[in-house]
C-alpha cells in the first residue's frame, strides 16, 4: 500500500500536431505548476505565428504566471488565445500552447486542430481514470451571460453544445467554430461533454462564461478523490 505521505504523480503531457494545415506544440499540466519543454519539431514552424517568430509575440495578451500557474498561448488568432488562456485558469492548469496554422484560408483548421490536440494532451496527461471524481458540472456567470457545463470523464466521446451565439464573429474567430471547438475537445479527450448558454445578450459574455463554466467542471471531474486511489469510477470496473 502505497504511504498516505507520497506524492500523487505529476499529470503533464506534450505533443506536436504536425499537418499540411497547422504545426502546433502544446505542453500542458492539469495540476498547475511547472511545464515540461515542447518535444523537438523538425519544422518547428509551431514557434511562429504567421511568419513572425513567438518571441516577438510576447505583447499577447494570453500569458499569465502565478506561484501556481503558468500560462502563454498563442494560436495566432486572439479570442481563441482569450478562451484558451479562460479556460486554462480556472480548471488550474499550466498551459504553454503554440500554432501556426493557414489563416490565410480562414479560422477553421487552426481553431479546430488546436482543440483537438489539446483533447490528446489532456487525455494522455490524465492517464488510467482511477481514483478521480470523474463527474464534474459547473455554473459560470459573467455579468448577464450565465453558463452550464457538465463533464463526465467516460471515455466515450460525445458532446452537446448549444451557446446560441448570433454574431457571425467575435474578433477574428467565427462564431460557428466556438461549439465545434468544444466538439473537437470532447472528441480528442475522450469525454462526454454538455455545455449550455441559459441567458446571455452579448456574445462574448455568452462564450466566456461557458468556457470558464467548463474550466470549473474540468477541476471538478479531474479533482482526485482522498482513499478511492486505484479505483475505477464505474460499475463496470473499467472506463
Known amino acids: 500500500m502505497a504511504s498516505s505521505n507520497s506524492t500523487p504523480p505529476i499529470r503533464s503531457a506534450t505533443l506536436n500536431r504536425d499537418t499540411?494545415?497547422?504545426?502546433?506544440?502544446?505542453?500542458?499540466?492539469?495540476?498547475?505548476?511547472?511545464?515540461?519543454?515542447?518535444?523537438?519539431?523538425?519544422?518547428?514552424?509551431?514557434?511562429?505565428?504567421?511568419?513572425?517568430?513567438?518571441?516577438?509575440?510576447?505583447?499577447s495578451h494570453a500569458t499569465q504566471s502565478s506561484a501556481s500557474q503558468h500560462i502563454d498561448v498563442d494560436s495566432g488568432i486572439g479570442f481563441l488565445d482569450h478562451m484558451l488562456h479562460a479556460l486554462a485558469k480556472h480548471a488550474g492548469w499550466s498551459l504553454r500552447l503554440r500554432c501556426r496554422g493557414d489563416l490565410h484560408i480562414d479560422d477553421h483548421h487552426t481553431s479546430e486542430d488546436t482543440f483537438l490536440a489539446l483533447g490528446s494532451a489532456f487525455k494522455t496527461a490524465l492517464g488510467p481514470i482511477?481514483?478521480?471524481?470523474?463527474?464534474?458540472?459547473?455554473?459560470?456567470?459573467?455579468?448577464?451571460?450565465?453558463?452550464?457545463?457538465?463533464?463526465?470523464?467516460?471515455?466515450?466521446?460525445?458532446?452537446?453544445?448549444?451557446?446560441?451565439?448570433?454574431?457571425?464573429?467575435?474578433?477574428?474567430?467565427?462564431?460557428?467554430?466556438?461549439?465545434?471547438?468544444?466538439?473537437?475537445?470532447a472528441q480528442a479527450a475522450g469525454v462526454t461533454l454538455h455545455v449550455d448558454v441559459i441567458r446571455g445578450e452579448n456574445d462574448h459574455h455568452r462564450a466566456e462564461s461557458a468556457f470558464k463554466a467548463l474550466a470549473v467542471a474540468i477541476r471538478t471531474a479531474t479533482a482526485r478523490v482522498v482513499g478511492r486511489e486505484g479505483e475505477v469510477p464505474s460499475t463496470k470496473g473499467v472506463l
Open 130 to 185: 482511477t481514483g478521480l471524481a470523474r463527474f464534474g458540472s459547473a455554473y459560470a456567470p459573467l455579468d448577464e451571460a450565465l453558463s452550464r457545463a457538465v463533464i463526465d470523464l467516460s471515455n466515450r466521446p460525445f458532446s452537446v453544445i448549444d451557446l446560441g451565439l448570433k454574431r457571425e464573429k467575435i474578433g477574428d474567430l467565427s462564431c460557428e467554430m466556438i461549439p465545434h471547438c468544444l466538439g473537437s475537445f
Open 20 to 59: 499540411n494545415e497547422t504545426k502546433i506544440q502544446i505542453s500542458l499540466n492539469l495540476d498547475g505548476g511547472i511545464l515540461e519543454d515542447f518535444p523537438s519539431s523538425s519544422s518547428n514552424e509551431a514557434t511562429k505565428t504567421n511568419g513572425t517568430t513567438s518571441e516577438s509575440n510576447n505583447k
